[in-house]
């Protein structure tokens, strides 16, 4: 469980004894309702989180929910694959890393808190963009805010490194996901399924080889041949 239904369920457990002690138990039974919806609200389950396979690695799900929407959009003047993912209270909201890699920017937005189902959540709700690299590749994931969502936590900095799927943070209540990547990946999702955070493979993606090491490659070769 997040450390948050602790804090949550445990202080409406002690308002429900305040309430039964002050008046009579039964006016404290919403409250212990609301004590077993916070615990229950903050699981965190383990996830087993798929593996490399030969020349492609897995993009996982950074959340539980529905994919609302698998389509092209343009980001950073570039077109790229996006997926988004809407999480209703009834969701796990755990987040976690979509690959293995380098965090290189984390970005907080500032913004309204509409429906996160909309179209115009993507862009004008709060939300906190992050950018990781890996395997040669830039993937972005956003934690977008909703109607009911009004703090997203996010627990690491630039510079950090995250394996694929792990814990990153957390958006609390319902809220929405979206993760953008390049265009060469095999998706293998689409709108109306249900995904898992970590155990869900989004989009299997070709390893690219970097740059330096395929120069050094290709000059080695030129040697032997001469």
Not at 21 to 43: G, N, S, T
Not at 70 to 87: E, K, Q
Not at 104 to 132: C, D, K, P
Not at 168 to 190: H, M, N, P, T
């Amino acid at each position: 469980m997040v450390r948050d239904g602790y804090f949550y369920g445990v202080g409406s457990v002690l308002a429900a004894g305040v309430i039964a002690w002050l008046a009579a138990w039964p006016y404290a039974l919403p409250v212990l309702l609301l004590a077993a919806f916070f615990l229950w609200f903050f699981r965190d389950p383990e996830r087993r989180i798929p593996e490399a396979s030969g020349s492609v690695v897995p993009l996982v799900s950074p959340g539980d929910g529905k994919v609302t929407d698998v389509s092209v959009v343009a980001s950073g003047g570039n077109p790229r694959n996006r997926i988004s993912i809407f999480l209703s209270v009834f969701d796990v909201h755990v987040n976690r890393s979509p690959i293995a890699g380098v965090i290189r920017e984390v970005r907080y937005q500032r913004g309204q808190f509409l429906n996160a189902m909309g179209a115009h959540s993507a862009e004008e709700n709060e939300q906190n963009i992050v950018t990781v690299e890996g395997e040669g590749r830039k993937v972005i994931f956003k934690q977008i805010a909703g109607l009911i969502a009004r703090r997203i936590v996010f627990n690491f900095k630039v510079g950090d490194h995250v394996a694929c799927g792990e814990r990153v943070g957390l958006i609390k209540f319902g809220s929405r996901v979206d993760v953008l990547f390049d265009r060469d990946a095999a998706i293998q999702v689409k709108p109306g399924d249900r995904v898992k955070g970590g155990a869900t493979v989004l989009a299997w993606l070709p390893v690219v080889q970097p740059v330096a090491q395929a120069i050094h490659a290709g000059v080695a070769g030129e040697r032997e041949a001469g």
